[in-house]
């Protein structure tokens, strides 16, 4: 047993931790270690890899770790962690930073986390389009790409009947302003949604 964990290799990136800072305008050196992100996180439980455990490893630039966990995908960005931290990191702000780095290097997603990232592309289009999130026509695109047309039907069928979807999407006076800041975010990232 000890002769395999000295035999582990360990695959550092000294570059890491700095690209995570810049993109994230984060210091991940303040962090001491306290726990008090992942005490109140409450995604915690499902996560493979708590949020201190994340900034620690981003500052050992274990990039593999950081990236291959579901961490990043899991996190509701509820800033939780960013309000307990007695070091004012934004912690949620580092997850996005990860996820930025995730999708410019194009890396391969674990089948058990593939929905989430197609999630959020689905859920900004969604606001992009009517101007706030209109549950139904999400949840139809997700089922589409997914091609999962059956999963949580009785969830759904529960909803509709407490009349919690609404079938026609409101449409907010703001629409053309969201579609505005939308493109401007992309412009600046020069990215397409």
């Not at 995730?102 to 389009?129: C, G, H």
């Not at 006076?173 to 800041?181: A, G, Q």
């Amino acid at each position: 047993m000890i002769k395999k964990i000295f035999k582990m290799k360990i695959k550092i990136d000294s570059g890491f931790r700095e690209e995570i800072e810049k993109d994230s305008g984060q210091n991940v050196n303040l962090c001491f270690q306290c726990m008090k992100c992942t005490a109140g996180c409450p995604m915690a439980d499902e996560m493979n890899a708590s949020p201190a455990r994340i900034v620690h490893a981003i500052r050992l630039g274990l990039k593999d770790k950081v990236l291959k966990s579901n961490t990043m995908w899991v996190c509701a960005s509820c800033q939780t962690c960013t309000t307990r931290c007695p070091q004012d990191i934004d912690i949620a702000e580092l997850m996005e930073a990860c996820r930025h780095i995730f999708f410019k290097e194009a890396l391969e997603i674990s089948d058990d986390i593939k929905v989430i990232p197609l999630f959020y592309r689905i859920a900004l289009k969604n606001i992009r389009t009517f101007g706030r999130m209109y549950e139904v026509g999400m949840i139809a695109a997700l089922k589409f790409a997914t091609r999962e047309f059956f999963k949580d039907l009785k969830l759904g069928v529960k909803m509709g009947l407490k009349g919690k979807l609404k079938i026609l999407p409101e449409s907010p006076k703001n629409r053309k302003e969201v579609k505005k800041i939308f493109d401007r975010a992309l412009e600046i990232e020069g990215k397409k949604l």
